[in-house]
């Protein structure tokens, strides 16, 4: 998305960032039950120091903020298999291994054993663009009167989650299958919503005395899952681990489903369009879904090259069109939305190269193709 810092700190709503908005969550959640539920940031090295500048404006709210960070491993030559900081200095030699790495960064920096000396029994881990990852008592509550040590959140799979990594029962024990563990002429079986009807959210509910038996035992020995980059145009190997992975080292690991409504991820710009837009409202740091939309599933939503980049996406709307009654969007070219625009039905743009189009203020598009200004 062409994020300079964390992409955490991406303003969504109303002028409120991801962060902002889990800081109120938690705000509300401690009010509300008269508590002190803490919030945890992992850093990479790569946005430790902004992270540190970003927190420093919620030195009064009433949560405890503690940051800390992931290891840093070095990434690996394809070539020779050599550590690429040996043959290069600065940051680029390095990178974070993935959040399986979550269990012995929370070890190592010291936060678990805190968490612990303040009584703390669970942690609910989310990735921060996440909007629907919000504290629910009722998970919490099943966790405590079952002993169960680790839950991951499941929902129903539909044709955009194809990719998602699920449940499976192997050995005895729930065990997570990701898409890059399946052979090649299994993939196509592994993207069914027919066999595989549910993928990991990767909101995760973690016993902290099981964190520390398992981790000081040395026995979370996740699967690697290998992630091929380039940096300077030499071939580099990233050695990776999932938190969720980790499942099937805990006992009494179970997988909830959920609805759709705790997982709102921001991976794209296409996503970002859905969560800015009055298909959703802002109470209390929550999001949530405008009953006014009838269609249970969200539209789908496809921009192209120009709108990739946040600060390009941003520019080219003067704002977010209402979207309650779209079904799909797709824009293709040099693409630009004037204010209080609206989209219904099927909706495609499509700018000619080297032509500029400008959907003017107020337009109301209704199942339309449009290619020029003419089919305005």
Request: with cysteine.
């Amino acid at each position: 998305m062409g994020c300079t810092g964390p992409k955490s700190v991406i303003e969504v709503r109303n002028g409120f960032t991801f962060l902002d908005l889990i800081v109120i969550q938690i705000e509300s959640l401690n009010k509300k039950y008269g508590c002190s539920v803490p919030l945890l940031l992992m850093n990479s090295f790569n946005t430790h120091d902004d992270t540190q500048k970003i927190v420093e404006k919620y030195a009064n709210s009433n949560i405890e903020i503690h940051t800390f960070n992931q290891s840093q491993y070095p990434r690996i030559v394809t070539e020779d298999f050599s550590p690429l900081p040996s043959k290069k200095s600065g940051k680029d030699g390095w990178y974070p291994p993935g959040h399986g790495d979550v269990f012995p960064s929370l070890n190592n920096s010291g936060k678990l054993d805190l968490l612990l000396s303040q009584g703390k029994e669970y942690v609910f881990v989310a990735n921060s663009d996440n909007l629907g990852a919000i504290v629910d008592i009722k998970i919490l509550n099943h966790l405590i009167s079952n002993q169960n040590e680790y839950c991951m959140e499941v929902t129903p799979k539909t044709l955009a989650d194809v990719k998602g990594g699920t449940l499976i029962s192997y050995e005895g024990r729930v065990q997570l299958l990701e898409i890059a563990q399946v052979p090649d002429e299994h993939v196509n079986e592994f993207k069914s919503i027919e066999k595989f009807k549910i993928f990991n959210t990767n909101n995760l509910w973690v016993n902290l005395k099981a964190i520390k038996r398992l981790v000081e035992a040395d026995a979370l020995k996740m699967e690697i899952i290998p992630n091929p980059k380039e940096v300077d145009g030499v071939k580099v190997l990233q050695l990776e681990t999932a938190a969720g992975a980790a499942i099937r080292f805990f006992d009494k690991a179970i997988g909830i489903n959920v609805p759709r409504s705790r997982f709102l991820p921001v991976k794209a710009t296409s996503d970002l369009l859905l969560v800015q837009s009055d298909l959703y409202t802002l109470v209390d740091g929550f999001v949530t879904r405008n009953p006014a939309r009838a269609n249970p599933a969200n539209p789908s939503i496809e921009l192209g090259p120009e709108f990739k980049k946040v600060a390009n996406f941003l520019a080219r709307f003067k704002s977010i069109p209402s979207i309650v009654e779209l079904d799909s969007l797709k824009v293709s070219g040099d693409v630009w939305f004037g204010s209080g625009i609206t989209l219904k039905g099927k909706v495609t743009i499509t700018a000619k190269p080297g032509v500029k189009l400008e959907i003017p203020d107020g337009a109301v598009l209704e199942n339309k193709d449009v290619n020029g200004p003419q089919d305005l």
